[in-house]
């Protein structure tokens, strides 16, 4: 919900990262899914309150969940189940799945869930897809399939996950883990409870140490202009030393392409191209997925009956959601890896099909 | 509805509400085919002991690049000869525990050293 953190706003915890970079942190960080939660109606226990078995939430994009799970719990015990049920019920064979049969991942971000499952369904469906529409859960009470859940539910094993994906980040960028294993463990603790409490400020305390800013830290700019928020960061800029933290300074950007109903698309993708000009999302598809992004066409040479050529019309196949937004090809990667990756570390790339 | 003459639409809602969607081009989705298709492709896996575990005799493996790493831990655990709920950890390159969804295609194509994806295993939580 729009409230979380509001109140932490003006606080100092992020003060080395240009404004800028902190307002679209912060706005990933505030970007909330809705969900609808139906325990399948074939495993409600007896006497259980049949047509409150329906619980909604606005989740923020960054939790996980098994997060999740106490508030579900605590609802379904007050409201639905009597006693006699709550007893028998183990909540470690809960699991959710989607209306397309896709059992739910613990380890992967509510987020993530949201925009893999609209790619995905709207292969199948013939309505246009309207953003804001809830997540449909069917919650299951028992019989988990381990297989393709592949973690426990438990809140532990869901830190781990998290804990590894944001040290394989690490490596990604820096070709070692140095910045993660250099935290203390209260540091390290501290990471994982900025998620649990979903705090921005405890957050972003640690993980400004691992995540590379678009500005030299030591320069202290003075607050951007509303039209430097979009421009290049300072980092970038010809006569400025490449600041050894900086966004565009790392060796590669973790990133994961997601392609409706399945493959998951890992690469090494470095924040410059050859020609030394900042590598941009559109580039990236076009060389890693080609076929659903074919590049565009230069305009044919002019000549005297057509002295200013247009470049023939390539049609749009695929689109790009990062964060749930529909990304512009010419966002930069190292960019994008600064501002809108999860809290992980990671860009995720959802990629749909245009109809 | 009852009553209502066919033909005289009581409230006519907005075009978006009732739209449907065009096909999918039929290009777009045997791009998606296309790369949804298992990477048939070996590489190669060496995985090392770390601490007390037990070294295996043969290290090196040829496993199949669509794999999940998931499979990998399997593959690790039988040839160990663990048994269920015995403590096995695995790392790639002394760093982190890959997700185990992660393709080995991905991690190799991320992480390889001199060809060889380094699986690290532990019976402790090493670099956890």
Redesign the interface.
Known sequence: MSTYGARHYNSQATFSTPASTTLFRRLTWEGTVPLEVRVDSKELPANSDRGLECYYVQAPRVSYLPLLMPEIRRFLMDVVFDEAAAEILKEDEWWFESEDGIPMKWHWSIGLIYDNHAISHSLRTTRVAISGVPLKLTLHLASPPSDKLLLSPSVEACKQAFMGQLKEADFIRWGNTKRMTSLRKAEQDGIWEGIKEHNFDDFWRVASKVTPTTAPTRTQSPPPSSASVHGRPPSADPGNVPDRDGAYSVRCIPVRVYLPDGPILQDLVPPMVEDGSPNTLGQYLATHIPLLFPLQPPPPPPSRTNPNPQAPAVQQLAYALIQGVLAPPEAEMAWLGACLAGADGWVNVCVGLVR | MAGAAPDTPIRSLPS?AH???????E??????E???KKDPAKVVVRFKAVGNAPIMKQNFYKITASNRF?AVIQFLRKELGWKTGDPLFTY??L?????????VS??F???ATDGHLIVNYSTTAA??
């Open positions: 978006w739209q449907e969607a065009n096909q999918i081009p290009e777009a989705i045997s791009a998606l296309t790369y949804k998931q790639i390159n760093a982190f525990s890959p997700a185990p969804d992660d393709t991905n991690l194509k991320s992480f670099w956890g």
